[in-house]
Each structure stands twice: as structure tokens, then as C-alpha cells.
Nanobody
Framework: QVQVVESGGGLVQAGGSLRLSCAAS????????MGWFRQAPGKQRDVVAT?????AYADSVKGRFTISRDNAKNTVYLQMNSLKPEDTAVYYC???????????????WGQGTQVTVDS
């Protein structure tokens, strides 16, 4: 199987920074895209940033967040600067994976990491 594990969440003051990490491991042949999503209490899960052939960002984080990947380590990072209270949410990592022995891609999710921005 495939495991996706996030780390790096925590409590930070408004204006501060955090760096999230996400590593995928297991029966992986290749990954064509990894991304970050977030879900605030009572709200739907929304995309924050994705990294595949290109990178893309939600309008609300453009200029503040940066997604990057280390393909050799099957890892994706999210550098979050100038954090705002409205960035408070559980952040989830997503990997679009082709497993060894298959010819199709599947999405795998991490368990999430809490980011809390205190005003």
C-alpha cells in the first residue's frame, strides 16, 4: 500500500511562518502530482496548492505560500509565510500515485496536520 504522512503543523502568531512536509512511501512506481488541501471547522476541504507538471495556488494564498517537491524523496513541502487567522485549518496532503504493478493512478491522503494562527 501507500502511506502519506504530513508533519510541521502547529500554533503560530499572525504574520508568522510555518513549513509543512509530506512524505509518500510504500508500493510506489511514480507520482505525477502532489498537493495540499485544507479544511476549516464547518467548511469543505479546499485546495491550497498543487505541484505536478505545473504549480497552482488558491487565490487566497498566492504570494504567501510556496509549494515545492523533492521527487527523489517523494516529498512535498508547503512554506507558509505571512500567516493569517483565516489560514487556521487542518492541512491535508494528497498524492496521485501509480503503484508498482499497476497501470493507473490513485489518490492517497494523509491524516492531516493542524495549523492554528493566533491573532
Amino acid at each position: 500500500q501507500v502511506q502519506v504522512v504530513e508533519s510541521g503543523g502547529g500554533l503560530v502568531q499572525a504574520g508568522g511562518s510555518l513549513r509543512l512536509s509530506c512524505a509518500a512511501s510504500g508500493n510506489i512506481f511514480t507520482i505525477n502530482e502532489m498537493g495540499w488541501f485544507r479544511q476549516a471547522p464547518g467548511k469543505q476541504r479546499d485546495v491550497v496548492a498543487t505541484s505536478g507538471l505545473t504549480t497552482a495556488y488558491a487565490d487566497s494564498v498566492k504570494g504567501r505560500f510556496t509549494i515545492s517537491r523533492d521527487n527523489a524523496k517523494n516529498t512535498v513541502y508547503l512554506q507558509m509565510n505571512s500567516l493569517k487567522p483565516e489560514d487556521t485549518a487542518v492541512y491535508y496532503c494528497n498524492a496521485h500515485v501509480r503503484r508498482i504493478g499497476t497501470n493507473y493512478y490513485e489518490y492517497f491522503w494523509g491524516q492531516g496536520t493542524q495549523v492554528t494562527v493566533d491573532s
